[in-house]
Every structure is written in structure tokens, then in C-alpha cells.
């Protein structure tokens, strides 16, 4: 774990697959330590690559894989404590936004998680520094919140179906019922959060003018 956990924020590793379809091809890791939350953990952004790349220039031809969708209408969330949906869109409203056609923003980064006894011998230490972060890629408050958590053991399978749901558009979110029902759910989601803080705010009322009665 040590040589692994030197990395650099934009180093890229690299995994040749070994089964399925893409073998032979390889898996392209990019180190993230973009902020101190980031030291702690191990946060990596892919590529799908034909060949080992041997330049920085490659790597950043290759498109990142996506490894989740969000629908732009929930592009504000999530609250932070008690934070009202209101006081959430004025404290984000100056964030920038990149939804494609479809409405959705696109996540990149992920937690890779190691266990015991997981091979690291199969990757590729690639010298490779500096490599361009995605310009679209959805900002949040925090990774920990939209990223998604891989096993190193799991790795190859994860990142192609995230590949093929996402980058190629398998998914079902893409269909015509798919995009129908995440707008409808992405809408039901933001209804009910300020219905909610319009019971806490009725409350916050009705408890106040219990007070005042109890004081006269």
C-alpha cells in the first residue's frame, strides 16, 4: 500500500483488463487530492484506454468515465444541518453547471477501497503527472456525497458498466420513459423538501405564538 498511497494529485496508474470484452485494453487511474478530505481517502477519476499510454498528452485525449448521473434539477443538493431548500439555491446559486442534453451532470471521481489479501501487483506505476481534471464534471460540497465507492477487487467490472451505462448510454435513464421518470423523481424529491420546510417554518410560527400566549 505504500507506493500507492504516495501518489500525486493528477498521477496516473494504469490496470490492463483481463477478461470480457475490453480485454486487453487498459484501465487509466488518475490520483485526486484536490482538498485535505481527499488525503485521507483513495479518490481516482478513469480512462479507458486502447493502449498504455506513455505521455500526459495521451491520457488527456481520452474521455473520463462517467460513474453516475444526476439530474439537474438536483443540482443543489444536499443541505447542509438545517439549512431551508431556499437558503440551499441562494448559498449555490453562483455555482456553474454542465447538463447535456439529456439534463444530467455527471460525476467522475470515486473511492477505491482495498482489503486484505488484493493483488497490487497488477498495477502499473506510469510516471505520468499532471493530467487535466473533467471540465464538466459536477461539483458538490463534498465527494463523499455523490461519489461512488469501488473495490479494488471489483474495479474492471465496476468502471465498464459505469463505462457502457453512462459514457455509451445503456442505461435506462436514456430511454424515453427513463428520462420521464428521473425528471418526475428529481421533482418529487425537491416538492417534498420544501414542503417540509414549510411544516418547520408553520411550527417555528405556532410555537412561538404558544410562547407568547403562555407569557401573557
Known amino acids: 500500500m505504500g ?11 494504469a490496470i490492463k483488463i483481463k477478461k470480457g470484452k475490453y480485454k486487453n485494453k487498459y484501465l487509466i487511474l488518475i490520483c485526486c487530492k484536490e482538498s485535505p478530505e ?9 480512462k479507458l484506454s486502447k493502449k498504455l499510454p506513455t505521455t500526459t498528452e495521451e491520457i488527456n485525449k481520452l474521455p473520463y468515465i462517467k460513474v453516475r448521473a444526476i439530474h439537474y434539477i438536483e443540482r443543489y443538493l444536499p443541505r447542509m444541518g438545517r439549512e431551508t431548500y431556499e437558503e440551499l439555491v ?21 473511492t477505491l477501497l482495498f482489503e486484505k489479501g488484493d493483488n497490487l501487483d497488477d498495477i502499473i506505476y506510469l510516471n505520468i503527472y499532471n493530467v487535466e ?6 461539483v458538490n460540497d463534498s465527494k463523499s456525497y455523490c461519489g ?3 473495490l479494488f ?30 425528471e418526475q423523481n ?20 405556532n410555537g ?8 401573557q
Open 38 to 46: 481527499e488525503e485521507r481517502d483513495f479518490y481516482f477519476r478513469a
Open 186 to 205: 428529481a421533482k418529487a424529491i425537491i416538492e417534498t423538501l420544501k414542503k417540509y420546510d414549510l411544516m418547520q417554518k408553520y411550527k417555528k410560527i
Open 90 to 110: 441562494e448559498r449555490k446559486k453562483h455555482y456553474v453547471y454542465y447538463p447535456d442534453e439529456y439534463n444530467y451532470l455527471y460525476v467522475y471521481y470515486f
Open 133 to 138: 481534471r473533467p471540465t464538466d464534471e459536477y
Open 208 to 215: 412561538m405564538n404558544h410562547n407568547s400566549q403562555n407569557n
Open 148 to 150: 461512488e465507492i469501488i
Open 153 to 182: 477487487k471489483r474495479l474492471e467490472e465496476d468502471l465498464i458498466e459505469y463505462y457502457e451505462d453512462y459514457n455509451l448510454k445503456k442505461d435506462f435513464g436514456y430511454t424515453d420513459i427513463g428520462l420521464q421518470r428521473c
Open 3 to 13: 507506493k500507492i498511497k504516495d501518489l500525486k494529485n493528477g498521477e496516473a496508474i
